[in-house]
């Protein structure tokens, strides 16, 4: 049959059908007498039910919202949303391995020598037992020393500890942070003490010192009174950092740490600057009540051994990475070497001993593990399956995991130590490092934005990602309570955005890993919110300043006006009852409205509502006890080694209290050696 046959059959066809379409509307017609101009509308009456399947439901709020919408923004939708799904089919990124037999390598050996899954079994439980066994020996080295002959064991200090508290934190003449004299302390260091900054403004006098290590005094050419038993006759006030000044005197190697003996020297006055090992002390020409030196000769040889425990760390880790083809084992075998290498060595939380610091480690270790879980299932999984470029693997994950992990040595040398509005405001330089990360994690999240594209998961991911800003926002709007985003919240906030097969990926996943365990293996599981004064400890908080005058001056005496109480702090919602006086940056002074006893007699209060009070000279060595056979120096004569005695100057700091809690201090006023008053400059201190 031909072509034609073929097309005369389709006609015929066709008009058979047309005839049986037109038999149908015959017989489903109505009869003529039924049509005509007053004849009832055909269904005007009980709606018929033969057809109700085929008839419209109400409109979807979709189709009205459709309705209502400009064709013009409909189709830019429609365009959008097509964007948005990506590609069809979509297209699954796959690392293809460069140089692919050199990458194979590891993987041929281990097929070779151990086919079996149990010889790779005994190989994995030999590399964990390797590896814990040579950590524990050199944490052992590194963590227990032998004693310091006649001073015990010492205690482990970190890099920012230190005798003297903030402010009025030591009480009242510093009672709770005595002994001030006639002790000692053996003592260990870690290293890279050098680095550690006071992060919040402290007063030394009338001088602020901030982001730098806090040592105040040092070598100095003064009798001290102990001779030839400090470390280059170097005296240090007792607010200044341990392990900082103990490498400034030079009693200390900064790359290994080490261990000691202190003594704690009494009061001491002038103390003086110089710049040592890089590190720049602060002068301060008046006197302390509480000092400490180090004593020659018993320095111990003992080593902060973290560099050797990391690179033991480093060998297993690659050494598995290369190995192994297996996300599990690769992803949890590096966590766990990850953690215990950070809590305990790299990076330990600031524990005074080493059992401590296990607690602490394994306290926080197990919800650790939960979010480990989550990450590996829902991310590292999808990038790490399939994987066989075992050393891209190495070089591109593993490394940046270590990166982030080192947080302490890479990192935190940006000028942003914390992310708080203080500190990006007042550190130098905070600001234009804070607009290139933010810039950086911009650009690379529109990198990744258009790998979900491409795969397909774009429309899922933001609607993740939205609902993430959404809680943001909501609590940036929790009344009482500040945002803090801590570096492990951005890690697990980031790693979302990271599930693919591709190199860019294996970079931010193995850092924000790395971050993770750093922030919680040092810092723990701090609060996304906290409240102000948390995030304030130790820092000006801008509360109501006392306004101080000088009633009185004379040669050694000095009265001060301190104005009403009490006082109410609008900003600070706090009634403020009584009011502290540091002079030299310690308390001597703390008095409260309802008890008059505190303050000077009736007659000197002006007004009956202005509170005075009077501060006598202090010199060296006036404060021994009144029965002592030794004479005070205020007794002796001017001219008894030869020459005159001169005051020294005092520095007067003034914040008011609410029961116990102590607001801002005022910057120092200078009472000068000379008799003279140098005024406080407005602010706080």
């Not at 006071?198 to 010192?209: K, T």
């Given at each position: 049959?031909?072509?034609?046959?073929?097309?005369?059959?389709?006609?015929?066809?066709?008009?058979?059908?047309?005839?049986?379409?037109?038999?149908?509307h015959?017989?489903?017609?109505?009869?003529?007498?039924?049509?005509?101009?007053?004849a009832?509308?055909?269904?005007?009456g009980?709606?018929?039910?033969?057809?109700?399947?085929?008839r419209?439901?109400?409109?979807?709020?979709?189709e009205?919202?459709?309705?209502?919408?400009p064709p013009?923004?409909?189709?830019?939708w429609?365009?959008?949303?097509t964007?948005?799904?990506?590609?069809?089919?979509?297209?699954?990124?796959?690392i293809?391995?460069?140089?692919?037999?050199i990458?194979?390598?590891p993987?041929?050996?281990?097929?070779?020598?151990?086919?079996k899954?149990?010889?790779?079994?005994?190989l994995?439980?030999l590399?964990?037992?390797?590896?814990?066994?040579?950590?524990?020996?050199?944490?052992?080295?590194?963590s227990?020393?032998?004693?310091?002959?006649?001073?015990?064991?010492?205690?482990r200090?970190?890099?920012?500890?230190?005798?003297?508290?903030?402010?009025?934190?030591?009480?009242?003449?510093?009672?709770?942070?005595?002994?001030?004299?006639?002790?000692?302390?053996?003592?260990?260091?870690?290293?890279?003490?050098?680095?550690?900054?006071?992060?919040?403004?402290?007063?030394?006098?009338?001088?602020?010192?901030?982001?730098?290590?806090?040592?105040?005094g040092?070598?100095t050419?003064?009798?001290t009174?102990?001779?030839?038993?400090?470390?280059?006759?170097?005296v240090?006030?007792?607010?200044?950092?341990?392990?900082?000044?103990?490498?400034?005197?030079?009693?200390?190697?900064?790359?290994?740490?080490?261990?000691?003996?202190?003594s704690?020297?009494?009061?001491?006055?002038t103390?003086?600057?110089?710049?040592?090992r890089?590190?720049a002390?602060?002068?301060?020409?008046?006197?302390f009540?509480?000092?400490?030196?180090?004593?020659?000769g018993?320095k111990?040889?003992?080593?902060?051994l973290?560099?050797?425990s990391?690179?033991i760390?480093?060998?297993?880790?690659t050494?598995?990475?290369?190995?192994?083809?297996?996300?599990?084992?690769?992803?949890?075998?590096?966590?766990?070497?990850?953690?215990?290498?950070?809590?305990?060595?790299?990076?330990?939380?600031?524990?005074t001993?080493?059992?401590g610091?296990?607690?602490?480690?394994?306290?926080?270790?197990?919800?650790?593990?939960?979010?480990?879980?989550?990450t590996?299932?829902?991310?590292?999984?999808?990038s790490?399956t399939?994987?066989?470029?075992?050393?891209?693997?190495?070089?591109?994950?593993?490394?940046?995991?270590?990166?982030g992990?080192?947080?302490?040595?890479?990192?935190?040398?940006?000028?942003?130590?914390?992310?708080?509005?203080?500190?990006i405001?007042?550190?130098?330089?905070?600001?234009?490092a804070?607009?290139?990360?933010?810039?950086?994690?911009?650009?690379?999240?529109?990198?990744?934005?258009?790998?979900?594209?491409?795969?397909g998961?774009?429309?899922?991911?933001?609607?993740?990602?939205?609902?993430?800003?959404?809680?943001i926002l909501?609590?940036?709007?929790?009344?009482?309570?500040?945002?803090?985003?801590?570096?492990?919240?951005?890690?697990?906030?980031?790693?979302?955005?990271t599930?693919?097969?591709?190199?860019?990926?294996?970079?931010?996943?193995?850092?924000?890993v790395?971050?993770?365990?750093?922030?919680?293996?040092?810092?723990?599981?701090?609060?996304?919110?906290?409240?102000?004064?948390?995030?304030l400890?130790?820092?000006?908080?801008?509360?109501?300043?006392?306004?101080?005058?000088?009633?009185?001056?004379g040669?050694?005496?000095?009265?001060?006006?301190l104005?009403?109480?009490?006082?109410?702090?609008?900003?600070?919602?706090l009634?403020?009852?009584?009011?502290?006086?540091?002079?030299?940056?310690?308390e001597?002074?703390r008095?409260?409205?309802?008890?008059?006893?505190?303050?000077?007699?009736?007659?000197?209060?002006?007004?009956?509502?202005?509170?005075?009070?009077?501060?006598?000279?202090?010199?060296?060595?006036?404060?021994?006890?009144e029965?002592?056979?030794?004479?005070?120096?205020?007794?002796l004569?001017?001219?008894?080694?030869?020459?005159?005695?001169?005051?020294?100057p005092?520095?007067?700091r003034?914040?008011?209290m609410?029961?116990?809690?102590?607001?801002?201090?005022?910057?120092?006023?200078?009472?000068?050696s000379?008799?003279?008053?140098v005024?406080?400059?407005?602010?706080?201190?």
């Open positions: 049959m031909g072509p034609w046959d073929e097309r005369d059959e389709e006609i015929e066809a066709g008009r058979r059908l047309d005839e049986q379409v037109d038999h149908y015959d017989e489903s017609s109505d009869d003529d007498a039924t049509i005509g101009p007053d009832p509308l055909n269904g005007s009980r709606p018929s039910t033969e057809f109700d399947g085929l419209l439901g109400t409109p979807t709020w979709r009205r919202v459709g309705e209502r919408t013009r923004l409909k189709s830019a429609v365009a959008t949303a964007w948005v799904n990506g590609p069809d089919p979509p297209r699954i990124y796959t293809t391995p460069i140089f692919p037999k990458q194979h390598a993987i041929a050996l281990l097929d070779r020598y151990a086919p899954q149990i010889h790779r079994f005994w994995l439980a590399l964990y037992a390797s590896w814990l066994l040579s950590f524990a020996l050199v944490l052992r080295a590194s227990f020393s032998a004693s310091i002959p006649g001073h015990g064991s010492p205690i200090l970190s890099c920012g500890a230190r005798y003297w508290g903030e402010g009025n934190g030591c009480g009242l003449n510093g009672d709770q942070c005595r002994p001030f004299s006639n002790a000692t302390l053996a003592f260990r260091c870690p290293a890279d003490c050098q680095k550690t900054q006071i992060l919040n403004p402290h007063a030394v006098g009338d001088q602020e010192v901030v982001y730098q290590p806090l040592v105040v040092g070598p050419d003064q009798p009174g102990f001779g030839d038993e400090l470390v280059s006759n170097a240090y006030r007792g607010d200044s950092f341990i392990c900082a000044s103990a490498v400034h005197a030079g009693f200390l190697n900064d790359a290994e740490g080490g261990c000691g003996v202190l704690l020297t009494g009061e001491q006055s103390f003086t600057s110089s710049k040592n890089g590190i002390s602060v002068p301060f020409d008046s006197y009540p509480h000092t400490f030196g180090f004593l020659s018993t111990a040889t003992c080593k902060d973290r560099w050797p990391l690179a760390s480093v060998f297993f880790t050494l598995l990475s290369l190995c192994t083809t297996s996300p599990a084992v690769f992803f949890w075998s590096t966590f766990v070497l990850l953690f215990f290498q950070t809590g305990l060595a790299s990076d330990p939380p600031s524990l001993t080493y059992t610091l296990l607690s602490v480690a394994f306290g926080r270790f197990l919800p650790a593990c939960f979010c480990a879980w989550v590996y299932h829902y991310t590292v999984k999808r790490l399939g994987l066989t470029a075992q050393v891209e693997k190495t070089v591109l994950w593993l490394g940046p995991a270590w990166v992990a080192l947080n302490n040595q890479t990192f935190d040398k940006l000028p942003i130590q914390r992310l708080t509005p203080h500190d405001q007042a550190q130098p330089g905070a600001i234009p804070l607009i290139i990360v933010i810039l950086s994690i911009l650009f690379m999240a529109l990198g990744q934005a258009w790998a979900f594209r491409v795969e998961r774009m429309p899922r991911y933001l609607a993740i990602y939205g609902l993430m800003v959404g809680a909501i609590m940036l709007a929790v009344p009482g309570l500040s945002l803090r985003i801590h570096h492990y919240i951005l890690a697990l906030l980031l790693l979302p955005g599930s693919f097969q591709n190199r860019p990926s294996l970079v931010y996943q193995g850092l924000l790395g971050l993770f365990v750093n922030g919680i293996a040092r810092w723990g599981f701090d609060s996304i919110l906290q409240t102000p004064g948390e995030l400890q130790g820092a000006q908080r801008g509360s109501l300043l006392p306004v101080v005058s000088v009633l009185a001056m040669a050694r005496n000095i009265t001060f006006n104005g009403p109480l009490p006082r109410w702090d609008a900003k600070a919602k009634l403020y009852d009584g009011i502290s006086v540091l002079v030299n940056d310690v001597r002074f008095g409260y409205s309802d008890d008059r006893s505190y303050w000077d007699s009736s007659e000197s209060v002006q007004g009956g509502n202005n509170f005075t009070w009077t501060w006598r000279r202090h010199r060296l060595g006036s404060d021994l006890d029965d002592s056979t030794i004479p005070l120096l205020d007794d004569p001017d001219d008894l080694d030869g020459t005159a005695r001169s005051d020294l005092e520095y007067f003034f914040g008011y609410a029961g116990s809690e102590v607001g801002d201090f005022s910057r120092a006023g200078k009472w000068t000379e008799g003279g008053w005024e406080m400059e407005p602010g706080p201190s």
